[in-house]
């Protein structure tokens, strides 16, 4: 088994970045590492963290964290199921020290029922996950019941207090996750599956600061991108069309939603009200493959020893095309507090140069160290998400004392479209990370915070000759294009479409 560990291990730490904080990448975080191109039931895609919009939910914050990248809504017979076998996570620092402070862990189980049907005298299992149409929570035609718990940690993920939260009707501490949207006819119409799926956001406990929601399912996959372009280096007009210039690439794709809405009071410390967020998940560290499985689901390997982290998003666009290769599988096994390590990618990026190889008009910002970079996406922005005490490590911030933004108020640029509770100060569905992120990697922190340096970020307009330019993908979303009330992301495209 020692040997097993230290294979599994050196598997799971080979190789590759802090990438892209900053840079348009394969689906913000999809696919973005070697070793997750192998495990995509843990390959973590996008972190969403927001003072909720909906109407009479100020007082909240959401946080969405999405797996199971680049879902085909017919993807069964088994779908698109969480791993039962992982750990994952969504880390909050609330004081700034790049260090968790509260930690939601989730663990899956899936259960047969091993539904069998009569052939010729026999009774025969059942090829399918469901056997007739579906309705209701855990219905006798679903043939694999799924379901999740969750435990709030205070204090360091694997050796601070625990509590097992509980639904507030009826104190169970076992969820059911809905099936993925298998079709129209299996969930009896096109709004079947949303009616299905609401059964499943449950009202959750959370002690003294109050109560909140979760909701864990299949969603729609809301990052949108021009993905094929810009890995085809970058084959679009990035001077274009800000909406409708290319097509969304994962306009066809569906995702893994863990969906958490909580009291801001729960997620504070003290008068600090900026908080850091990312997700996270771990797989054990020895696995062996069983040879002789039986009868019985997800029972082909045995898992066991400590829990090895393999996936981590905060900041959308990291991990992707920025940091070198050799260095991606690292930083999805490693922890902000150790973030110092990756920091040339940030002061000294490659991007803002490949830019400027293919449009020469676009000329790459000359102020090196590259330190606007490490405020706006390792501290946060002075006054609008920094910290008071913070040190600089990757994850998403928000300022839990910005007022929301209504929904049909929303600027998908955020912060830089005047619009103070979006990106960088957290991040919303609808927000256009892309353009934001490419403006910035090309300078247009240095041009908006003037001569004077009103911004804080230690460069000037004469830093970024292309920092005024209006950068994109061509690709745009709205708040509209997004369910307006919890879970927020939309429903999922079904398998018979």
């Not at 890995?231 to 958490?260: Q, T």
Request: proline share 7%; aromatic share 8%; hydrophobic share 40%.
């Amino acid at each position: 088994m020692n040997n097993l560990k230290r294979n599994c291990l050196a598997a799971m730490v080979s190789g590759l970045v802090l990438g892209g904080v900053f840079a348009p990448a394969q689906a913000s975080s999809h696919r973005e590492a070697p070793f997750l191109t192998n495990a995509p039931k843990v390959d973590g895609t996008d972190f969403y963290m927001f003072r909720s919009y909906a109407p009479e939910r100020a007082g909240y914050v959401t946080m969405i964290a999405n797996f199971i990248p680049f879902q085909d809504p017919q993807g069964g017979p088994n779908f698109y199921q969480f791993d039962q076998n992982a750990l994952y996570e969504i880390h909050i620092d609330n004081n700034g020290d790049a260090k968790e402070d509260v930690t939601l862990q989730f663990r899956f189980k899936n259960t047969s029922k091993r539904t069998a049907l009569p052939i010729g005298g026999k009774q025969v299992l059942i090829p399918l996950i469901n056997s007739s149409t579906i309705s209701g929570v855990n219905p006798a035609s679903l043939n694999v019941r799924e379901t999740y718990t969750i435990d709030m940690v205070k204090g360091d993920r694997r050796g601070g207090s625990r509590t097992r939260l509980a639904a507030v009707t009826g104190g169970a501490t076992e969820f059911d996750k809905p099936v993925d949207n298998i079709g129209d006819k299996t969930f009896g119409s096109a709004t079947g599956y949303e009616t299905y799926a609401n059964l499943h956001t449950y009202d959750i406990a959370i002690g003294a600061c109050g109560t909140g929601r979760v909701f864990v399912g299949q969603r729609k996959e809301p990052f949108y991108i021009a993905v094929g372009k810009i890995f085809d280096l970058f084959n679009l007009n990035p001077l274009g069309a800000e909406v409708g210039g290319n097509k969304n690439d994962l306009e066809g794709k569906n995702v893994s939603s863990i969906a958490v809405e909580m009291p801001i009071a729960c997620l504070t410390s003290g008068s600090e009200t900026v908080i850091g967020g990312y997700a996270t998940a771990s797989m054990r560290q020895g696995r062996l493959l069983n040879p002789f499985p039986g009868s019985g689901i997800n029972n082909a390997v045995k898992e066991g020893g400590g829990w090895s982290q393999v996936s981590r998003v905060g900041m959308p666009l990291v991990n992707e095309v920025i940091i070198g290769l050799e260095d991606k599988d690292r930083f999805n096994t490693s922890k902000p507090k150790n973030d110092a390590q990756f920091i040339d990618y940030v002061t000294n990026p490659v991007l803002p140069a490949v830019v400027q190889t293919l449009f020469p008009s676009a000329r790459a910002p000359t102020n090196f160290p590259r330190t606007d970079l490490v405020t706006v996406f390792l501290k946060g922005l002075p006054g609008v998400n920094q910290p008071a005490n913070v040190v600089a490590s990757e994850m998403l911030r928000l300022n839990t004392a910005t007022p929301p933004t209504a929904a049909a108020l929303q600027n998908v640029l955020g912060v830089a479209g005047g619009d103070k509770a979006g990106f960088p100060n957290g991040r919303r569905p609808a927000d256009d990370v892309v353009d934001v992120s490419l403006r910035v990697a090309m300078g247009a922190l240095c041009v908006l915070t003037g001569t004077g340096d009103a911004l804080k970020v230690g460069c000037k307009p004469a830093d970024a000759p292309a920092g005024g330019l209006v950068l994109t993908d061509g690709v745009r979303k709205s708040a509209a294009d997004f369910k307006p009330v919890f879970p927020y992301l939309n429903t999922p495209l079904p398998g018979n479409n």
